[in-house]
């Protein structure tokens, strides 16, 4: 089930804006298609993110994924949990965030739950 309360992108990233502040993660289709993961490459608070642009790297057993961001902004929080059980994302990847973003600019693309469901299974 994807859930309402944030939007996605076309590259399988969720984005729950929060007042001023962004917090971005991968969906639970791209840790499906990760398989298990095993590195989460964080970003590090107040490092820029660029909208469009990778701010993470997530490792599985099957390979290397750049994660990008949705946003242009300042990264305010990073989700340290993430550091020693990178399965999280695994587990539940819409409950675990990567990196919380206060933002400037927000992706103007971005989908709604039910647009991004139909997304996937077009895709």
């Known amino acids: 089930m994807v859930p309402n309360d944030r939007k996605y992108t076309r590259d399988h990233e969720w984005v729950m804006v929060e007042g001023s502040v962004a ?27 660029t909208m469009g642009e990778s701010y993470c790297v997530v490792e599985s057993v099957k390979a290397s994924s750049s994660v990008f961001s949705a946003v242009t902004g300042k990264v305010v929080e990073i989700n340290e949990e993430l550091d020693g059980a990178p399965e999280k994302l695994n587990e539940d990847a819409f409950e675990n965030f990567i990196a919380a973003v206060e933002f400037t ?6 989908m709604d739950a039910e647009e991004y469901e139909k997304f996937c299974e077009e895709e």
Do not use: Q, R
């Not at 917090?23 to 107040?46: F, N, Q, R, S, W």
């Not at 600019?105 to 971005?110: H, K, P, Q, S, V």
């Open 23 to 49: 917090k971005m993660g991968i969906t639970a289709h791209a840790a499906e298609a990760l398989g298990d993961i095993v590195y989460v490459e964080l970003p590090v608070v107040d490092d820029e993110v």
């Open 105 to 110: 600019e927000i992706a103007d693309d971005l």
